[in-house]
């Protein structure tokens, strides 16, 4: 792309004008935030239990005494040899993420169907400190709508990020709220797929300020496994 080449007055003068348009953006995403925030909310009355480095754990478990739960649907399923590449770019962003959030009444987690063994293997080899669970046997993953058996695979469509989706494939990524109240019982209070876990990525916030932006060809095409950078 060809950018015109001005005087700084000019350059102000275009600049102030995103400032507006980057101002309707900033009030929007207040205006959405709130509109999240009264989402109603389901009651979790099936027992997941998940495979840890403790031993089996329940969703309540996953809390470990906080209120407020939020899971990362990694994909990686049995067989893989190595989780998603980007799902791996969205968990990069964790650790440093997790020191704040754990002091804010949240607890941050991965969850994926892969065995545990598979799973932690992985996680040393990419350097990640934190939790990572296997829902391997347990419906946690299809219910949440984030793995598909492959009657749905072969169907042509799965029923992914609250709609049909054409593409299809047995992992798909995603974000999951939860919240845990003082008697005990959870809740789902929000969930987001596709370009919404973008949320994660804090990356690409920053390559949008860049000149040449995300500079992609096709989607994250670009992206790599942080230990397969050349």
Known sequence: MQHAVVSHDEWLAARRDLLKAEKEVTHLRDRV?????????????????????????????????????????????????????????????????????????????????????????YRHRMGWQFRWVSSNGSPFNYDFRVSFTPEEVASGHIDYNFGEWDETGEEWPGLSAFIKDEAGDVFHTYSTFGRGVEVMMGTYALLDLMPKGRNEDEGMDWVRRHDRYK
């Not at 009355?45 to 754990?57: C, H, L």
């Not at 980007?86 to 994926?112: E, K, Y």
Request: aromatic content about 8%; charged content about 20%; proline content about 7%.
């Open 33 to 121: 935030a709130q509109q999240r925030l009264a989402l109603p909310w389901v009651r979790i009355d099936k027992e997941y239990v998940f495979d840890t480095p403790e031993g089996p754990r329940t969703l309540a478990d996953l809390f470990e005494g906080r209120s407020q739960l939020l899971v990362q649907h990694f994909m990686f399923a049995p067989g893989w040899k190595e989780g998603c590449p980007s799902c791996s770019f969205m968990a990069d962003h964790t650790d440093g993420m997790n020191q704040h959030l754990a002091h804010h009444d949240v607890t941050m987690i991965a969850v994926s169907r892969a065995p545990l063994a598979d799973l932690e293997r």
